[in-house]
């Protein structure tokens, strides 16, 4: 719009100008070489403009001859660099796509046409990385650290060459020297993070955290947590030589984290050897609202040693009353009531948590009260078998790694505060029995004395002496197991001879010297599954 604007305007100034050296007549003399030409103002005006014009014509020709081989060169020059960028265009997509030849075809093409810029050298080294050529990677990345604006990219390249390799003093290395050029490089302060955490330096690693997060790259959440977490490390590093230490860590790590389990059990303990018992009730009930535990349970219930365990069951049901009926809660109950003899109330704790399918800590509870109760019956080897099919209780996962302890990184990846407290994924195979080995004794006695038979011999069915006993009517809060067809096992030249499922029938008056059918079913069934 403006443009047409000031073009009208000149062309009016222009009008004006020539209407104006009309009205005003005069003549215009020239005389050169002896010849004198004389013409009005009008044309004077007219042949000034034209020679003008010519003259402009003539100077663009000849600056146009003179420039005409440097415009052919910048011509030539242009079609190779469009031809080469659209040769890293054409080899980026074949990276991504996996086709390794055109890869390295593009990035040879790419290479003649446009020579070592960065674009080229980084297509170079992920089509040699996409082939497997290793060295020819790692050369391109070395090469960009030629330039100060590839440095960053050839460390990252190197840094990930290193990992690959298996090289940790060279990729920390690379990464220490990524962080001092660009300190809010991202992969390069987690790498260093990860680094320190596996060299167990968590002073190093919380200085770590303190500069990611005044850089921007942690939020004020995650940067507390992980404060928390390389405290609680710290703590647990320094608990045996450095007591006092270990405290002020911990400490520092409830104050941050209150709801994080490791600190606060640690803090508990420590404070309960120091006599503060209150402190110490504090904060691992200020944990167990967030988070039932039982390692917070089992320091609760122990801040006081020499207790009875009367005294450690009133302080499980004060754990049970701020857990709202949680499942820890009434554990630790029925665990404290065992030990204080009180299975009445063991059995109303573990009632609510038979409904559904109780976990296996549920199964062995009750095995327990029912060994300490009755002695050695067939209902806490019931209990027992029907541990080794029972969920899994929750542990600590990190990675898919399932842990009985907390550790402040995961063994698999490295990344800082992985392991969650949550239930493993159920099984095919059941776990073995590890944890009652008191109580399996007088069964892996039983299973030791079950006949072998060979494959080359006919299996025949066990003797047994049948006793004529009425059948009794089913005792209060009965636990009876459901028939399970047994299954033939197999290892080697060896078989087990599989027995019929016995009935729901229950012999309670049957010799000690008799050996009772539900009793041998449950401890093969054990046997078959463990196996």
Known sequence: ??????????????????????????????????????????????????LALALALLWSLVTGLIQLPTRLTFASRARRRSRGYQAVSRGMVAVGAGDTIAARRYANEAERLLGKEPLTLLLKAQAAQVSGNREVAEAAFRQMMDEDETRVLGLRGLFVEARRRGDAEAAHEYATEAVRLAPAAAWASDAVLEARCAERDWRGALETVERRTSLGLLDKKTARRHRAVLLTADALERVDHDPEGALRSAQDAVRLAPDLVPAAALAGRLLSRKGDLRKAAKVVETAWRSLPHPDLAEVYLNLRPGDSGLDRLKRAETLSRLANGAPEGRLAVARSALESREFDRARDALEPLLQDRPSMRVCLLMSDLEQAEHGSTGKGREWLARATRAPRDPAWIADGVVSDHWAPVSPVTGRLDAFVWQAPPDVLIAPELTLHDDVTADLDDEVRALPIVTAEEPASPPVTETVPVPEPAPAENEVRAEPVAAEPVRDGTREETPLPPPGPVVFPNTPPDVPKPKEQASARRSVFSVW
Do not use: H, K, N
């Open 1 to 50: 719009m403006w443009r047409a604007l000031v073009f009208i305007g000149l062309l009016c100034v222009a009008a004006f100008g020539a209407v104006w050296l009309a009205d005003r007549p005069g003549t215009v003399l020239i005389t050169f070489g002896g010849y004198e030409i004389q013409m009005s103002v009008a044309v004077a005006a007219i042949a000034l403009a034209g």
